[in-house]
């Protein structure tokens, strides 16, 4: 455990996130953020957050991956980015703005482990310290979830339906 | 155990590779991937927080950002379905119009 953990996890969740950034393939794209999620969980173990390492397995890698390999796998979209890329450049300046991006925000962190960072406490760690939070200074925002999940679930009825004329 | 700091750098790079792909890409569905690896990185950063100051407000949050992306992910992928139903291609160049 320990340091060691961390780069190798670390290592893992870089290689993977460029991966689904480079590959041209979008399924494989899909298994290499099923990758990432899964190292991302991890991280969140060695953090102490349990709840949310096995909340991302199940919501993350389980349900959304599903739902992106299905949506792959019915609209077929292999063939789409072989051609000549007609706005590429526009697209080579994407590496540049990402590398001032990851310069900016390496640069804010840097300067915040600089600063007096407030005197780390015991993280309360595990299941219950996030279950009371959720359903005592939560419960508005918990049960607005449920309304939230309710409009999605009509608003994709709506959009998915086959118009009949 | 390493400080939040290495964590919150690994966001940031993980934030930004989301970035890249979002601007690279022309397949919507592979845009959409990277937005969901910029909204993982975002929780990563959350939870690293959280844990420094000791307190579990961080994870709720992370809780309630999951909520939102499985609904995100249910209506964008219905859109680019209807979208692909209409045009039977699938690359964000050739959507320029608000209607047609």
């Not at chain 1, 992106?68 to 077929?76: D, S």
């Not at chain 1, 925000?105 to 406490?121: E, F, H, M």
């Not at chain 2, 590779?17 to 969901?36: A, T």
Request: aromatic share 8%.
């Amino acid at each position: 455990m320990g340091p060691v953990a961390f780069v190798l996890i670390a290592g893992v969740a870089v290689g993977s996130a460029l991966g689904l950034v480079f590959k041209r393939n979008p399924i494989h794209g899909a298994l290499f953020l099923v990758v990432n999620l899964g190292s991302v969980a991890a991280l969140y173990l060695t953090l102490g957050a349990q709840f949310l390492a096995a909340a991302q397995v199940i919501v993350y890698a389980g349900a959304i991956m599903v739902l992106f390999v299905f949506a792959i796998m019915v609209l077929i979209p292999g063939k789409e980015e072989t051609g000549p890329d007609p706005r590429r450049a526009y697209r080579v300046l994407a590496l540049p703005v990402g590398a001032v991006l990851l310069a900016l925000l390496v640069a804010v962190v840097a300067a915040g482990a600089r600063g007096r960072a407030p005197a780390a406490t015991a993280a309360p760690d595990g299941v219950e310290a996030i279950a009371r939070l959720l359903f005592t200074d939560y419960l508005f925002p918990f049960e607005l979830t449920s309304v939230l999940l309710l409009a999605a679930m009509v608003g994709v009825l709506v959009l998915a339906r086959r118009r009949v004329n | 155990m390493p400080p939040e700091t290495w964590y919150l750098a690994l966001s940031a790079v993980l934030f930004c590779i989301g970035v890249v792909g979002v601007i690279v890409r022309r397949n919507p569905l592979v845009i959409f991937m990277s937005i969901e690896l910029m909204l993982n990185a975002a929780n990563l950063a959350f939870v690293a927080f959280g844990h420094r100051l000791g307190t579990a407000d961080g994870q709720a949050v992370v809780f309630f950002v999951m909520a939102v992306a499985a609904a995100e992910v249910a209506v964008g992928l219905a859109i680019i379905v209807a979208i692909f139903r209409l045009r039977r291609r699938l690359s964000v160049d050739d959507l320029s119009l608000m209607r047609w």
